[in-house]
């Protein structure tokens, strides 16, 4: 059994302004843009080994979440897997498709503090996009995509990101 946290994240070309580091007495220079280009981010992040499942995709809707379900169902075909999300109208949708190796299981409205798949995008936002503008779409995409495979390539990172003290007292048994 693997239990699991997903979430979604909207990425684009409209960038906040981060905390940097400039010499005293220098005010650092930020650029920033504004423009209403996104594209999405989904991942299912398994907090007591590390690993991560992810896909970029131009939008979310029920037909993306199920390809989202088993493109995880299918990484992780060995477990049942126990896939804790938010209440998004995409995840609750009569038409969505869950694989049978998938059990969804809804955290509390209002509460994207249980959720410890937020932290991956707030890594992501730090280190991968901060203070830096962009021209195209598609380098959005390069650089979310080289994110998450750091992320894939890293487990350790993502169990640091993600294994809150609470989750790391589960005990998996099977039956």
Not at 127 to 134: E, L, M, Q, V
Request: proline share 6%; net charge negative; aromatic share 10%.
């Amino acid at each position: 059994m693997r239990i699991l946290f997903q979430d979604e994240s909207r990425f684009g070309r409209i960038n906040e302004e981060r905390r940097s580091w400039s010499p005293a007495n220098i005010r650092a220079e930020v650029a920033t843009q504004v423009v209403r280009e996104f594209i999405y981010a989904v991942a299912a992040v398994s907090p007591l080994d590390g690993l991560i499942s992810s896909l970029v995709l131009p939008w979310v809707n029920t037909t993306t979440m199920s390809i989202f379900l088993n493109h995880t169902a299918m990484q992780f075909s060995d477990d049942f897997n126990i896939m804790f999300l938010d209440g998004a109208g995409w995840h609750k949708s009569n038409d969505l498709r869950v694989p049978e190796n998938i059990r969804l299981v809804f955290l509390p409205p209002y509460s994207p503090e249980l959720n410890p798949a937020e932290s991956v995008w707030e890594h992501l936002r730090e280190n991968s996009f901060g203070n830096r503008p962009f021209e195209t779409l598609d380098e959005v995409e390069e650089v979310l995509c080289a994110g998450l495979k750091k992320l894939h390539d890293n487990p350790l990172i993502v169990k640091s990101l993600t294994c809150y003290k609470w989750i790391n007292t589960i005990s998996l048994t099977s039956n």
